[in-house]
C-alpha cells in the first residue's frame, strides 16, 4: 500500500475525530432515577452538566435514599454519554476501537 496514501486517510480520520469531539461536548443525554425524581444531565466529553431533584425527593430523614437515586442517576448519564460518544467515534474509525479515545 502507498505510504502517503495511507498516511493522508490517517490525517483525514483525524480531522474528522476532532470535529466529531468537537460535537461531543453540544450533544446531551439524560440519566434518571426513581421514575424521574432525580434527573442528571451529561455532555459527550462524560461531562456532568446538570442534577434536578424533585423536591418530593428530598426527605431529610432518609438522606440515604437521595444519595442513591443521585448515584444512580449519574451512573446512567454517564453510561449513556459513553455510549453516544463511542458510536459517533465508530462513525468514523470504522468501529477500530482506538485506545485513548473518550468512549473507548
Known sequence: ????????????MQA???KVQEALAEKTVEGSAGGGAVAVTANGHLEIVAVKIDPAAVDPSD?????????TAVNDALKKA????????????????????PGF
Open 1 to 12: 500500500m502507498n505510504v502517503q496514501k495511507m498516511m493522508k486517510q490517517v490525517q483525514k
Open 63 to 71: 438522606v440515604e435514599m437521595l444519595e442513591d437515586l443521585v448515584l
Open 82 to 101: 459513553q455510549e453516544m460518544a463511542s458510536q459517533a467515534m465508530a462513525q468514523v474509525t470504522g468501529g477500530l476501537g482506538l485506545p485513548g479515545l
Open 16 to 18: 474528522e475525530m476532532m
